[in-house]
């Protein structure tokens, strides 16, 4: 049923399921390496990934407070997952060496899971599916330091 207002469902939210090909090419990058990608690699890794994160944490959060009832705990899972993420790459950095730059980048890339998996269920609660087939909860691992 259309949102009052709008001839779309819930207002006309635009939800993705899938990452666009900048950040499709770089948790490729970072989940199919053996060793650590050279310097440059991943000084790029790590700007693409931010540039994902910054466009994507606040999409997902906005829409899950959108079409979620504050009591869901589907909400409480994007916006904290939203929150890390927005954490990690704002706050924390790639560290001094290059060991560190790739494991910054593999929780960039853990966050953008998280996000895109949340974003996945979120466009099934828009479909009109259950939120419920799918996990839609982040892990809580402590936030890593830069360094480690």
């Known amino acids: 049923m259309p949102v009052p207002g709008t001839a779309m469902p819930h207002g006309g939210l635009r939800v993705q399921q899938s990452p666009n090909a900048e950040t499709a090419?770089?948790?490729?990058?970072?989940?199919?390496?053996?060793?650590?990608?050279?310097p440059a690699v991943v000084e790029s890794l790590v700007i693409r990934l931010r540039r994902c994160i910054d466009t994507l944490a606040p999409r997902v959060k906005g829409v899950a407070r959108e079409i979620l009832s504050p009591e869901e705990p589907q909400l409480a899972a994007a916006e904290e997952a939203?929150?890390?993420a927005l954490y990690r790459a704002k706050r924390l950095g790639p560290g001094f060496d290059l060991e560190?730059?790739?494991?910054?980048?593999?929780?960039?890339?853990?966050?953008?899971?998280?996000?895109?998996?949340?974003?996945?269920?979120?466009?099934q609660v828009v479909a009109g599916a259950s939120p419920a087939g799918g996990d839609s909860t982040v892990q809580t691992?402590?936030?890593e330091s830069a360094s480690s």
Do not use: H, M, T, W
């Open 25 to 38: 090419y770089a948790l490729g990058v970072i989940r199919n390496a053996k060793v650590s990608p050279s």
């Open 82 to 84: 939203a929150v890390i």
């Open 100 to 123: 560190s730059g790739f494991r910054y980048c593999q929780r960039l890339a853990d966050s953008i899971e998280d996000l895109l998996r949340i974003e996945k269920g979120l466009v």
């Open 141 to 143: 691992d402590e936030v």
